[in-house]
């Protein structure tokens, strides 16, 4: 059951983990400098007025009671309201959640695939050209700024050429699909709606092409290491003297032994792409959470880039948590930590 | 000869040998050239600029590169080449003090957390557990935010973020030298543990540190950039990289060049220093080195 | 002489490495019959893997065979094209064992698996295969080399059994297909001797059962004296002795041999006292002069520190690498 007590301690750490992370924000959110009481009160209130909106939100009592009722709000749903929208943060995220998971989502994809690939294919051709080339590539890739390879994206795919839209999930005049997850290439599937399915992934290259940059590389760096490592292995000698196929020995054998580190590197891949979806978002006027999170950023929108801080994290942290146990999991032979 | 005495001359050849090594691998040459230039730059930035970086010439507004302005004007007739050669300053400094700061912190905190062990190693690893829970630049968005705009903020919070992973180096390091034996010996001998972590742990951890700083310059300074993109960092009129980049967004379709150059300059920067990166790495793994 | 299983000839292969070339073999000669369990016997270092990885030309970077003949079943196996040796010879006529089961077997993936590939590799037609057939041939392979349970084991990884048993499963993936040549290096210094004592058991089994000619390489004598039936001894790169095994106890000639022997406690005579051999094992980048063994040798004479000696038949089947024997025998370079 050796399984089992692992995945017990990480739940254990998990919950830690979202404690410490809520305190922070809190202690955070105190520090702003603009007083709640006032932006709440409106410029002309009286000082009983102040006084009666101090109590009401609770900023009267003592910083730790502060914190209780902070949590059982984001318990209850409740984040804050946003001062540029006029919503509560929650119904605003729950708005813009679907978009930024399906573009994350998809760029987890490709950079995968393409990480994958071309790092198993550096390292197949070791040292010829394709391997130096692709090295350089992804030398480049992690160098990048990524509002700055968005920009030209923008630049070159779309003001010059014009083979992709200037932003957005849909060409104006497109309606999209019937809602059943939010992610319009899935809904565009479910419903059979070909058109639809067909101007979304349009929309999609974009974003996510800018977007997994980063990731790719070091994902190509990552196997190309990985698989070089492996196949000075011994195994890899003892199966070579049995006669079995260069082939199988790489793509069965040093393939997986060589995957497996690449599978935390999602987790942390889903961290930067959830930190870089404020600027891909922005720059493609893509109606998600980072976009909403510049936005709020700009006005200095308090409660929103705080409620966006706990939200994201939450989910990062719940990413590494599956990834944790799936390669624990996949990973016979690992000692557990 | 004497003990320090040989010691020195073995150290120095030490040196020269890296140094050797550094140069012959023709991409952490080209890095470290990179690298020189940048630091050329910054420090001759009044002598390499062509104009004042922040004058408005409203006359000469979106002019395309050209032989007096190198690389055109923007939207206030501001000349982009000076400006990207003052931004220097701002854009690798933030990298840098950010840097120092997490490296220090760090390593205070990394130093005692492998040293003490016990219960002050747990608190201090958990405490770290939940900063690197955060998605990379989120929390130093937020810090930021809170702190007001300004470069001031953005160091601090980028501080704030980066501190963790150093001191889980630090900490692994030193967590590894404790146990040997010379340790045991310094300790019997009656040094103190503050002497010990400094005399005999620290610098051991220098290596490890070399090669995670290389790595984290690029990164750095692209945060930073970053930031200063989304406007949280540097503000008007400061020729900072990043808010250059983002002021020239709107323009992009007939005035390219307002955010094209300042955007190169940071990716210029960043595979520089990556690029020495590599190379430092490869000379440090004791693996490469002998053959 | 009766045609030999496989002969190694003037083989020679190098190193290529940053510090300098490793003259890792230097003219290695050998010769094996059908039927033999030969031992190739010597220090640390002395290139007895090297030659078992020349014999499979499996020699990893950045090493090279320079020249020589290695001939099985009359065929050159330096002529063959990777491909040929693959397809016929590894796996299916010349198979091996190594020294580290926990490194030599993939932790990733179940010992029956590993072995499915392996059969898959070596059949004539691995079309013909179902499902059934090779997980028949799996634990037929198994039990082979005598594992209890080979069905349990099939499905185990590498790292939830004893040393014991993945020394055998490893044993298992050479023995799969029934090699003519079966190469077993350093099989038993990982394990206790009792263990140890039954793969050796195993080895004789599979000489006697099957008619597979086995070649053990390893340092200890006393492994040697217990199964082999013939020797070669290995000094820097070099055999310098080659004979059958009780007459290399009784009547060594080769100093070396001689000085071997004499470091090792015997219960079958008297001894005075343990003798170690002067000197330590020369630096294969900058060998000496001549014979490798000159500078260590009571016997040296001017020819020593000047050429190498060939290979002499002192007598049938006794061979000698040492000027001191040239006059008495024939040169059978």
Partial sequence: MKLGSYVFKRLIQFVFVLLGTSIILFTVSNVIPADPVRAAAGPKATPEQLEAIRVRLGFDKPLHEQYIIYISNVLHGDLGRSVMTFRPVAVDLAIRLPATLELSLFSIGLTVFFGVALGIYSARSRNRIGDHLIRLVSLGGISMPSFWLALLFQMVFFLWLGWLPGGGRLSPGVTPPTQITGLYVLDSVLTGNVATLLDSLHHLVGPAIAQSAVGVASVIRMMRAGMLEEMTKDYVTMFRSAGVSERLIVYKYVLKNSLVPVITLIGVMFGSILGGSFIIEQVFQWPGVGSYGTQALLNLDFQPIMSITLVMSFMYSLTNLVVDIVYVYLNPKVSYE | ?291 | ?333
């Fill in chain 3, 1 to 333: 002489m009766a045609d030999f299983l496989l002969e190694i000839r003037r083989l020679r292969t190098y190193f290529y490495t940053y510090a300098g070339v490793v003259k890792a073999l230097e003219g290695v000669n050998l010769r094996i019959h059908e039927g033999d369990i030969f031992g190739v016997v010597g220090e640390t270092g002395c290139g007895k893997s090297v030659t078992a990885q020349s014999i499979l030309r499996l020699v990893p970077n950045p090493g090279r065979i320079i020249e020589g003949e290695i001939i099985f079943k009359g065929r050159d196996l330096l002529r063959l094209s990777e491909e040929e040796m693959r397809r016929e010879v590894r796996g299916k006529q010349i198979a091996a064992t190594f020294q580290d089961p926990s490194t030599f077997l993939a932790p990733s993936h179940t010992i029956g698996e590993q072995l499915r590939d392996i059969i898959k590799a070596n059949a004539d037609d691995p079309k013909s295969f179902d499902g059934k057939t090779l997980t028949e041939r799996v634990v037929q392979a198994l039990d082979k080399v005598n594992l209890p349970d080979p069905e349990r084991v099939a499905g185990q990884y590498p790292h939830e059994l004893s040393g014991g048993m993945r020394q055998r499963s490893m044993i298992a993936t050479g023995t799969s297909s029934t090699p003519s040549l079966f190469i077993a290096d350093e099989a038993t210094t990982f394990l206790d001797v009792t263990i140890g004592a039954q793969i050796l058991r195993l080895f004789q089994e599979m000489n006697r059962r099957d008619g597979t000619t086995i070649l053990i390489i390893t340092h200890n004598l006393g492994i040697v004296g217990e199964i082999c039936n013939r020797v070669a001894v290995m000094y820097a790169g070099q055999v310098v002795e080659s004979c059958a095994t009780d007459e290399l106890f009784e009547e060594p000639m080769h100093p070396y041999t001689v000085g071997l022997l004499s470091a090792i406690p015997r219960l079958d005579r008297e001894m005075e006292e343990l003798e170690e051999i002067p000197g330590t094992i020369p630096n294969l980048i900058h060998p000496p002069e001549g014979c490798r063994f000159n500078p260590r040798c009571r016997h040296a004479m001017d020819v020593c520190r000047e050429a190498q000696p060939g290979m002499f038949e002192v007598f049938e089947g006794h061979y000698v690498s040492c000027h001191l024997f040239d006059e008495e025998g024939e040169d059978n370079e």
């Fill in chain 2, 1 to 291: 000869m004497t003990m320090s005495q040989t010691e020195e001359t073995g150290r120095f050849r030490e040196l020269r040998y890296s140094f050797h090594l550094l140069l012959s691998n023709p991409v952490s040459t080209v890095g470290a050239v990179g690298v020189a230039f940048l630091f050329t730059v910054m420090i001759l930035a009044p002598i390499l600029a062509t104009h004042d970086p922040i004058a408005i010439n409203l006359t000469g507004r979106f002019l395309p590169p050209s032989g007096e302005h190198f690389f055109g004007t923007d939207h206030l007739g501001r000349d982009i080449y000076s400006r990207v050669v003052w931004g220097a300053r701002i854009s690798l400094s933030v990298g840098f003090i950010t840097l120092i700061e997490a490296t220090v912190i760090g390593t205070i905190i990394g130093l005692i957390a492998g040293y003490k062990g016990g219960w002050v190693d747990s608190v201090i690893m958990r405490i770290t557990d939940v900063f690197l829970a955060f998605p990379s630049i989120i929390l130093a968005l937020a810090v930021a935010a809170a702190l007001g705009r300004g470069l001031t903020s953005v160091m601090v919070a980028l501080g704030i973020t980066w501190w963790p992973l150093y001191a889980r180096l630090i900490r692994g390091q030193t967590l590894s030298v404790r146990e040997e034996q010379y340790i045991e010996g310094a300790r019997l001998s009656g040094a103190g543990g503050l002497r010990i972590m400094l005399k005999h742990i620290l610098p051991n951890c220098i290596a490890a540190l070399i090669v995670q700083i290389s790595m984290d310059v690029g990164f750095t300074i692209l945060a930073a950039a970053s930031m200063g993109f989304l406007g949280i960092g540097a503000q008007n009129p400061s020729p900072e990289w990043g808010l250059q980049c983002a002021s020239g967004a709107k323009y992009l379709v007939y005035q390219w060049w307002i955010s094209t150059f300042p955007g190169l300059a940071i990716f210029l920067s960043v595979i520089s220093f990556n690029l020495l990166g590599d190379g430092l790495r490869d000379i440090l793994d004791p693996r490469l080195r002998r053959g």
